[in-house]
């Protein structure tokens, strides 16, 4: 039988296409609850649950924030901004700190590659990678897969293309391990500067300088966010002209499939990697991307602190 307890969610790297399929059917049943007029199941009463961010979010603090208290779970939140971090506490005291108040899981965000892991082998709750630098963010990859079977049924043989500051994305690397795990094509594009060269020799992953390759027969288009914060100036032209070479518009929709869906991770640029009638148009599902992500993180949080159901 396949179980995440006790695991730590470092990166899609080391999940099997099973473990992937129990947290994507997990959070299928988890969405239920999010529409109930009571949003409250007892799972995790009596378990505490601790998110750490070095880096800014929206999306991600709240949704795992709500995720637990949907769960029954007592949740605080630390920030770099409001804690000991400005007084120069360090990664591993602030973390030996929270593992001597009996804390179950840490969700942690911070700058450094390397730095859940880093945690995973330095204190015993769970550890759970929000975003690690620009190495990994596997609950969002999951809840991209999620959206993705939810809204095509499935997985296996989708051509998929993700796009922009790859570089620099979290997101992009994430996305790729598990989609190649399931079974999709995955496709890439976006300026050469801001296209790491280690993809060029990845099995079963295309690279492409012209979006308009990349998005031929499409049946996903996944934008992502030129990261202004991470450039090192000089790594792409001017916002005007890389919304006109490199944005998702209208005009080259046209050239995915009929059906295509859209997604993004936010936060986004609007006007510059992607253009505001496709992010609320009728392909768009980056607004059902948020909700599952709610649904995707009781999943996670359950399944890592409980076990889940016996099968
Ligand atoms: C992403 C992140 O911070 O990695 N946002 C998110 O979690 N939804 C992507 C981004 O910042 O562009």
Redesign the pocket.
């Known amino acids: 039988m396949i179980s995440l307890r006790g695991k730590d969610i470092l990166d899609l790297e080391f999940f099997s296409p099973g473990e992937i399929g129990l947290v994507l059917d997990y959070a299928k049943e988890m969405k239920n609850i999010i529409h109930r007029d009571i949003k409250k199941l007892p799972t995790l009463r009596g378990k505490s649950i601790v998110t750490l961010f070095y880096e800014p979010?929206t999306?991600?603090r709240s949704s795992f924030e709500l995720a637990g208290k949907y769960l029954s779970a007592d949740v605080i939140n630390i920030t770099a901004g409001t804690s000991s971090i400005v007084k120069g506490e360090s990664l591993r005291d602030t973390l030996l700190t929270m593992e001597a108040m009996g804390v179950d899981a840490i969700v942690m965000r911070h700058k450094a590659e390397g730095s859940a892991a880093y945690a995973a082998k330095t204190v015993s709750p769970v550890i759970i990678n929000a975003?690690d630098g620009a190495h990994a963010?596997p609950s969002?990859a999951l809840l991209d897969l999620f959206t993705i079977r939810e809204v095509k049924g499935r997985l296996e043989g989708l051509k998929v293309a993700i796009l922009g500051d790859i570089l620099h994305?979290?997101?992009a690397r994430s996305d790729i391990w598990g989609m190649r795990q399931m079974g999709i094509e995955v496709h890439v594009a976006g300026p050469k500067t801001l296209l790491p060269r280690y993809l060029l020799e990845e099995p079963g992953i295309h690279v492409h300088s012209r979006v308009e390759e990349a998005i031929e027969e499409a049946d996903v288009i996944n934008v992502?966010?030129i990261?202004l914060e991470r450039q090192k100036a000089g790594l792409f032209p001017s916002p005007r002209e890389y919304a006109r070479i490199f944005g998702i518009n209208q005009e080259r929709l046209k050239l995915a499939k009929d059906d295509v869906l859209i997604l993004h991770?936010?936060?986004m640029n609007r006007g510059l990697e992607i253009a505001p009638d496709v992010a609320y148009g009728d392909h768009s599902s980056i607004q059902e991307q948020v909700q599952n992500g709610v649904a995707v993180r009781m999943a996670l949080l359950t399944l890592t602190l409980t076990g889940g159901k016996p099968e």
Request: aromatic share 0%; net charge positive; hydrophobic share 15%.
């Open positions: 979010s999306r991600t975003g963010h969002q994305s979290r997101v992502l966010r990261q991770p936010g936060p």
